[in-house]
């Protein structure tokens, strides 16, 4: 059984929660049902995923998300693509959230009074019923038939707080949303069109389950991996696009979100089907010398398994060295400086030629030492990139900022560690 909420016609004045999207220029305010507002997807992110969908790639019929949340995606969806939308939510307060932030988007773009908003609908119960919420679309507007479905988006409900999960914990899950939607999906230029919003704590493992499962309904659909950032060297979002939206020849997308929200999103496309491997660089064994460029990347980029793709563009015909792999700082060695055009400098957090190397640990008992040697490299500013337990790395850099400000050095500097050895690297900025 589902309940039928219209968009025009329903009030915020039992919704508890709101807040203005700080992502969005006009600081859009939001309604969630309690609790929502951490769960729900960021205006920037929503709208930069729906403008990546070619509208001529979709066949015919309405966009669906069902487990659509507080809507945004939805209303993202439908106002790029002016396609009537469905969102389909078990919680009655969250299904209430969804229909007035569609709303909310509606006036904001002046399409209130559009037909698509006249055919746009949210229901509050099972999302896994695809027959029994077409049905009840189809009564409710008195259609001939039931409407076919141009796009299924999907967002299930995961742990919180939790660093892993399995994909049987996802609600719903996703055989139970294949099997309850797929015989009413229209077939596009490409097949049917599906955009997956994943968990990006799923393993590789993981991701490799969810492709046999998407294989036993759609059989060797085409499909694309897209990963989306905001910065701080982590996955935001981790999403498959299968079938007509999904990118052609592009087995992984890696779309860096830009702090400008005017700025367009910087996108890397390439990299090899995720069947051949993680596609995360090897580590190389060499030790590091004086004088070469030292840079570390965005960590966000090297899950993805583009990092190398994106090096070739902007790196000279050159070997990268790997110095660090795994972990919140990736670390290449390089002879040239990396060219760093548009929004390319958005995947470095430093780069920098090696002043010198210095044989020693970074504690608070050394920082005196480190401190000289920054002084006769004539260092002013030096930044802590170095792995260290929480409670100390701000003591740290403390202690080496308060002894530097006393003194009068021109250049800025950041440490990082040597992998495996008691070795510092004191990089100089260019």
């Given at each position: 059984?589902?309940?039928?909420?219209i968009?025009?016609?329903?009030?915020?004045?039992?919704?508890?929660?709101?807040?203005?999207?700080?992502?969005?220029?006009?600081?859009?305010?939001?309604?969630?049902a309690?609790?929502?507002?951490?769960?729900?997807t960021?205006?920037q992110?929503?709208?930069?995923?729906?403008?990546?969908?070619?509208?001529?790639?979709?066949?015919?019929?309405?966009?669906?998300?069902?487990?659509?949340?507080?809507?945004?995606?939805?209303?993202?969806?439908?106002?790029?693509?002016?396609?009537?939308?469905?969102?389909?939510?078990?919680?009655?307060?969250?299904?209430?959230?969804?229909?007035?932030?569609?709303?909310?988007?509606?006036?904001?773009?002046?399409?209130?009074?559009?037909?698509?908003?006249?055919?746009?609908?949210?229901?509050?119960?099972d999302g896994?019923?695809?027959?029994?919420?077409?049905?009840?679309?189809?009564?409710?507007?008195?259609?001939?038939?039931?409407?076919?479905?141009?796009?299924?988006?999907?967002?299930?409900?995961?742990?919180?707080?939790?660093?892993?999960?399995?994909?049987?914990?996802?609600?719903?899950?996703?055989?139970?949303?294949?099997?309850?939607?797929?015989?009413?999906?229209?077939?596009?230029?490409?097949?049917?069109?599906?955009?997956?919003?994943?968990?990006?704590?799923?393993?590789?493992?993981?991701?490799?389950?969810?492709?046999?499962?998407?294989?036993?309904?759609?059989?060797?659909?085409?499909?694309?991996?897209?990963?989306?950032?905001?910065?701080?060297?982590?996955?935001?979002?981790?999403?498959?696009?299968?079938?007509?939206?999904?990118?052609?020849?592009?087995?992984?997308?890696?779309?860096?979100?830009?702090?400008?929200?005017?700025d367009?999103?910087?996108?890397?496309?390439?990299?090899?089907p995720?069947?051949?491997?993680?596609?995360?660089?090897?580590?190389?064994?060499?030790?590091?010398?004086?004088?070469?460029?030292?840079?570390?990347?965005?960590?966000?980029?090297?899950?993805s398994?583009?990092?190398?793709?994106?090096?070739?563009?902007?790196?000279?015909?050159?070997?990268?060295?790997?110095?660090?792999?795994?972990g919140?700082?990736?670390?290449?060695?390089?002879?040239?400086?990396?060219?760093?055009?548009?929004?390319?400098?958005?995947?470095?957090?430093?780069?920098g030629k090696?002043?010198?190397?210095?044989?020693?640990?970074?504690?608070?008992?050394?920082?005196?030492?480190?401190?000289?040697?920054?002084?006769?490299?004539?260092?002013?500013?030096?930044?802590?990139?170095?792995?260290?337990?929480?409670?100390?790395?701000?003591?740290?850099?403390?202690?080496?900022?308060?002894?530097?400000?006393?003194?009068?050095?021109?250049r800025?500097?950041?440490?990082?560690?040597?992998?495996?050895?008691?070795?510092?690297?004191?990089?100089?900025?260019?």
């Amino acid at each position: 059984m589902h309940n039928v909420l219209i968009p025009s016609e329903v009030d915020s004045s039992s919704l508890s929660e709101s807040a203005p999207d700080t992502t969005s220029a006009e600081k859009i305010i939001f309604f969630h049902a309690e609790q929502g507002k951490p769960l729900a997807t960021p205006w920037q992110i929503a709208l930069t995923r729906s403008k990546m969908v070619n509208k001529s790639a979709l066949g015919k019929g309405i966009i669906v998300d069902c487990a659509c949340g507080s809507g945004i995606q939805l209303a993202a969806h439908a106002t790029h693509l002016q396609r009537a939308a469905l969102g389909i939510e078990l919680d009655s307060q969250r299904a209430l959230a969804s229909a007035v932030n569609l709303q909310t988007i509606a006036k904001l773009m002046n399409q209130q009074d559009s037909q698509r908003m006249n055919e746009t609908r949210v229901l509050c119960g099972d999302g896994r019923d695809g027959r029994g919420a077409l049905e009840t679309l189809q009564n409710h507007l008195k259609l001939a038939q039931m409407p076919e479905i141009s796009l299924l988006h999907l967002d299930p409900a995961r742990p919180r707080n939790s660093r892993s999960h399995g994909l049987d914990e996802m609600a719903p899950r996703l055989d139970e949303i294949f099997a309850g939607w797929a015989p009413y999906l229209s077939t596009g230029k490409r097949g049917p069109s599906l955009l997956l919003d994943l968990s990006p704590r799923l393993s590789h493992e993981q991701r490799l389950q969810v492709e046999e499962m998407v294989d036993l309904v759609w059989p060797q659909i085409e499909r694309t991996w897209v990963w989306t950032s905001r910065g701080r060297g982590r996955v935001d979002r981790l999403a498959l696009w299968l079938g007509s939206i999904s990118i052609p020849n592009v087995a992984r997308r890696f779309v860096r979100i830009s702090p400008n929200l005017q700025d367009e999103p910087l996108i890397i496309d390439g990299g090899e089907p995720i069947q051949m491997g993680e596609g995360v660089p090897q580590k190389s064994r060499r030790p590091p010398r004086k004088g070469e460029r030292v840079s570390l990347l965005d960590a966000a980029l090297v899950e993805s398994g583009l990092a190398n793709v994106w090096l070739d563009s902007v790196t000279k015909s050159e070997t990268i060295h790997w110095g660090v792999v795994e972990g919140r700082r990736p670390q290449i060695h390089h002879d040239h400086s990396l060219r760093l055009e548009g929004n390319n400098h958005l995947l470095i957090q430093a780069t920098g030629k090696i002043a010198t190397l210095a044989h020693m640990n970074l504690t608070l008992e050394d920082v005196d030492a480190l401190v000289k040697v920054a002084l006769d490299h004539d260092i002013q500013k030096l930044t802590v990139r170095v792995s260290l337990d929480p409670e100390i790395q701000p003591k740290v850099q403390g202690a080496i900022d308060r002894q530097l400000a006393r003194r009068h050095g021109k250049r800025t500097a950041f440490v990082v560690q040597q992998p495996g050895d008691e070795m510092l690297l004191l990089c100089v900025l260019e």
